[in-house]
T-cell receptor, first 114, second 114 residues
């Protein structure tokens, strides 16, 4: 158990809908990262937050947004969902959000868009 | 350009065999960090090891060992006396000092049969 929690574990929804994925980092970690794992793209970095502020952006679609709250939990919002958004979404956390850190991953949220 | 290449897509071995998973990386940074993660069938990503670019010492942890060679930009992972519980997808990842995200390889799926 990495100490990173993600809810829900599974999510099934329809095209065009909006969903919210939630992540709580390990105790003491200030930075949260979101990654998407799909069969064709592999594991891709989406976005990073550090202590409530966006720090880095990867291949995140405009339909996707995220935020980190004062209690350091983070939410990833996915809207206007398409079939291709079906994937495993991971949250990771690290102490200071630097490249020197080790990122610890949560169990993931499996999103299925029908 | 892909920064981390795991050329072996799938490997199948019989229990007790030794197996080496290859990882080749590409970076212009002189300071970087290399990681291995394990993704068992249950789906979570488990951190195995981190190696800094300035530390070329090989590492052994039980049946696991890692060989880091800067001259060939490789960071290979060997499992000695493999066990069925080692069956998983293994990911090599690179973090550059100039960035924040992990760049993952496509992964190597290891199947250990009794």
């Amino acid at each position: 158990d990495s100490g990173v929690t993600q809810t829900p574990k599974h999510l099934i929804t329809a095209t065009g809908q909006r969903v919210t994925l939630r992540c709580s980092p390990r105790s003491g970690d200030l930075s949260v990262y979101w990654y998407q794992q799909s069969l064709d793209q592999g594991l891709q970095f989406l976005i990073q937050y550090y202590n409530g502020e966006e720090r880095a952006k990867g291949n995140i679609l405009e339909r996707f947004s995220a935020q980190q709250f004062p209690d350091l939990h983070s939410e990833l919002n996915l809207s206007s969902l398409e079939l291709g958004d079906s994937a495993l979404y991971f949250c990771a956390s690290s102490v200071e959000g630097m490249s020197t850190d080790t990122q610890y991953f949560g169990p993931g949220t499996r999103l299925t868009v029908l | 350009a892909q920064k981390v290449t795991q050329a072996q897509t799938e490997i199948s071995v019989v229990e007790k065999e030794d197996v080496t998973l290859d990882c080749v990386y590409e970076t212009r940074d002189t300071t970087y960090y290399l990681f291995w993660y394990k993704q068992p069938p249950s789906g979570e990503l488990v951190f195995l090891i981190r190696r800094n670019s300035f530390d070329e010492q090989n590492e052994i942890s039980g049946r696991y060992s890692w060989n880091f060679q800067k001259s060939t930009s490789s960071f290979n992972f060997t499992i000695t006396a493999s066990q069925v519980v080692d069956s998983a997808v293994y990911f090599c990842a690179l973090s550059e000092a100039s960035g924040y995200a992990l760049n993952f390889g496509k992964g190597t799926s290891l199947l250990v049969t009794p």
